[in-house]
């Protein structure tokens, strides 16, 4: 069974700096991609970064790509989020997503029906 287990979300002041981690289980060593994910209350869920196991290649939404970075250790299957600046508006659950193949960014494009496994998230909550 494919799993997605996120981590490291929490409550940090305004400014501060958070990384969040999403380890994957549960399907042989092959080429994946992450994708990291945000969905404040109210709010339609927000792609932000994807990154390719195979090449590390990335691509990042316009609005966090000057504060967001996001890698990947293939060998743990374990991918990071690296969260600078934060301010309030940040504040959201965030979730890893799974798309397993070999594809690269940014040429590849997925949109949400191309995702084939969720995370349940973490809550990450910037106090001003």
């Known amino acids: 069974e494919v799993q997605l287990q996120a981590s490291g979300g929490g409550l940090v002041q305004a400014g501060a700096s958070a990384k969040l981690s999403c380890e994957a289980s549960g399907f042989a060593n092959r080429d994946y991609a992450i994708g990291w994910f945000r969905q404040a209350p109210g709010k339609e869920r927000e792609g932000l970064s994807w990154?390719?196991?195979?090449?590390?290649?990335?691509s990042y939404a316009d609005s966090v790509k000057s504060r967001f970075t996001t890698s990947n250790d293939r060998t743990k299957k374990t991918t990071y989020l690296q969260m600078n600046s934060l301010i309030p508006q940040d504040t959201a659950h965030y979730y890893c997503?799974?798309?397993?193949?070999?594809?690269?960014?940014?040429?590849?494009?997925?949109?949400?029906?191309?995702?084939?496994?969720w995370g349940k998230g973490t809550q990450v909550t910037v106090s001003s």
């Open positions: 997503a799974l798309i397993l193949g070999w594809v690269t960014f940014p040429d590849y494009k997925p949109t949400l029906d191309d995702v084939e496994f």
């Open positions: 990154i390719s196991s195979a090449d590390h290649s990335t």
